[in-house]
């Protein structure tokens, strides 16, 4: 499978079901299930965050949630189901992500992940995320999470607007 033949698309509400068991099964296990079908049909219709999908044909090989701010965005979820993972399913999702937030005018992309997710926190010091705190007992008491965040643009500044190039 080439990266190629993934596509990425807006989740749909009869997403929800299949993107809420990959969250249960590859980003909370062990920590509970909170992001159940009803909220991620939430963040589906919320009109200030983006459910991502990437498909192989009708297969979902990853997903990714994040919600946007006036200045910052925070990156919820992202899964990548294991047999397409190291094949830049996660990074091509991440890069439209931050395309968008970019596009939108966002100052900084925040996320959290488990302390001891190592493969997570090189994935996404890769991609220039810096970590910023370790939370004790962050997830739901058990486990301590790593705050990371990426700086796109000084908060507070607005970037100059587009002007069309001369002809």
């Known amino acids: 499978m080439a990266t190629t033949d993934i596509t990425l ?3 749909r509400l009869r997403d929800a079901e299949t993107l809420a068991v990959m969250s249960r099964d590859l980003v909370e296990a062990g920590l509970g299930w909170e992001y159940r079908p009803q909220r ?3 963040f589906i219709v919320d009109r200030s965050a983006v459910t991502l999908v990437a498909h192989d044909g009708l297969r979902c090989a990853g997903f990714a949630v994040m919600t ?7 990156l919820v979820l992202l899964a ?3 047999r397409y993972r190291r094949r830049g399913v996660g990074t091509r999702m991440l890069d ?5 937030a970019r596009t939108a005018g966002i100052a900084s992309i925040h996320l959290e992940l488990l302390e001891d997710n190592a493969a997570a ?3 996404y010091r890769a991609l220039g995320f810096t970590e910023t705190v370790r939370m004790p007992g962050y997830y739901r008491g ?8 990426l ?11 587009w002007v069309p190039p001369p002809r």
């Open 80 to 82: 990548v189901h294991p």
């Open 9 to 11: 698309s807006l989740a």
């Open 68 to 74: 946007f701010g006036q200045e910052r965005a925070h």
């Open 142 to 149: 058990k486990k301590s999470a790593l705050r990371m965040i």
């Open 121 to 123: 926190r090189a994935f």
């Open 151 to 161: 700086v796109i643009r000084i908060p507070g500044v607005s970037a100059p607007a």
């Open 96 to 100: 439209w992500l931050l395309d968008s």
């Open 40 to 42: 991620i049909a939430e």
